[in-house]
């Protein structure tokens, strides 16, 4: 099967480049940064206008009809420029209320935050003290909240500074539930897809700075990419980038297509991506050496992104641990399993 994007998708995602290297530079997004800002509204009004939050919705609903692998390549540049805007959030928050009255506010600029927790009294929401509204799911149901009324979430320190965050209660009063255990399970799928595909692209950007950084370095009249360890490395990251690749696109085409194995797809794409994208990050440090590890360099950024990514929507732990249930129902009926 061909898992490369078609045409019109590397059109889409060259657009995208184009327009998140304008409004999400590195200078842009270490401006905002230092504002405090909770998110920056350019870059998030701009994304509004080019439709990007209808990408996966059908016509009748007012978006663009496209489907999940088209919201992917949009969420893949995201995480390649820390763009910090509530895009995935608020794509997951449209998909969960589809056909509501909530599916017009949000595409036209409403802020959504999405998450799952297994079952906990309160869980870390990206964007939630923003948020017009949050979407909770757990194993048995989807719960709405609306915070145009009421007290929101406060923000809470956090490592990613791209993105405020804040606690949500499990049992936050006034909720209205959407959706049983099914849609539960789709929620969750769509969410850990998103944040594996988000973390692909911190990882990419993270490879190509540490690549470009092995090239100009220089160390006993060398570059230290001509050295065998630091080739080693960078070789390592490049592997786990383009597993990252393989597992997410794979993942986000059967969410697009409805595949009767997405649940596994999804899951096998978080584990891959979280443990993949650690890996990653670790290596780009040691390649940039000292000057990797402070908060003068970019490459901060991409880590804490991803550091967040890993465990929103359930860690590689919780993936793992679905994917052995899921494996072994399989087993137990005598279904194949690859």
Same mark, same amino acid.
């Given at each position: ?19 998140? !290297?304008?409004?999400?530079? +590195?200078?842009?997004?270490? @401006?905002? *940064?230092?504002? $405090? /800002?909770?998110? &920056?509204?350019? %870059? ?76 906990? !009294?309160?869980?870390?929401? +990206?964007?939630?003290?923003? @948020?017009? *509204?949050?979407? $909770? /799911?757990?194993? &048995?149901?989807? %719960? ?95 592997? &786990? ?98």
């Amino acid at each position: 099967m061909d898992f490369e994007l078609s045409d019109d998708q590397v059109a889409l995602r060259d657009a995208a480049r184009d327009l998140l !290297d304008g409004y999400a530079a +590195p200078a842009k997004v270490r @401006a905002h *940064v230092a504002s $405090l /800002a909770p998110y &920056d509204p350019t %870059v998030w009004k701009a994304m509004i206008e080019q439709g990007w939050l209808g990408i996966d919705l059908p016509e009748t609903d007012g978006g663009l009809g496209l489907g999940f692998v088209e919201a992917a390549v949009l969420m893949e540049e995201v995480g390649r420029h820390v763009a910090p805007a509530p895009f995935h959030q608020t794509l997951l928050a449209l998909g969960a209320t589809t056909g509501s009255d909530w599916t017009e506010r949000l595409l036209g600029g409403a802020i959504g935050a999405v998450a799952w927790h297994p079952g906990q !009294d309160a869980v870390l929401v +990206p964007y939630a003290p923003v @948020a017009d *509204v949050v979407v $909770l /799911a757990s194993p &048995d149901r989807v %719960v709405l909240h609306d915070l145009t009324t009421g007290e929101r979430p406060k923000a809470e320190p956090a490592m990613d500074q791209t993105r405020c965050v804040g606690w949500v209660p499990a049992g936050r009063p006034g909720g209205t539930e959407i959706g049983g255990p099914e849609q539960a399970a789709a929620l969750l799928d769509r969410g850990a897809v998103a944040t594996a595909v988000e973390s692909l692209g911190a990882a990419q950007r993270a490879l190509e700075m540490a690549v470009d950084h092995a090239k100009t370095r220089v160390q006993f009249g060398k570059p230290i990419g001509s050295f065998q360890a630091v080739k080693h490395r960078c070789a390592d990251m490049l592997v &786990d980038v383009e597993g990252m690749r393989s597992t997410a696109y794979h993942a986000a085409w059967s969410v697009a297509a409805a595949d009767p194995d997405v649940a596994v797809a999804a899951s096998t794409a978080k584990v891959w991506c979280a443990d993949a994208a650690r890996r990653t990050m670790a290596s780009a440090l040691q390649v940039h050496g000292g000057i990797g590890f402070t908060w003068d360099h970019d490459l901060h950024f991409f880590l804490k992104r991803a550091q967040l990514d890993q465990v929103s929507f359930g860690d590689a732990r919780v993936h793992r641990d679905r994917l052995a249930r899921l494996l072994r129902a399989k087993v137990e009926t005598g279904t194949p399993i690859v």
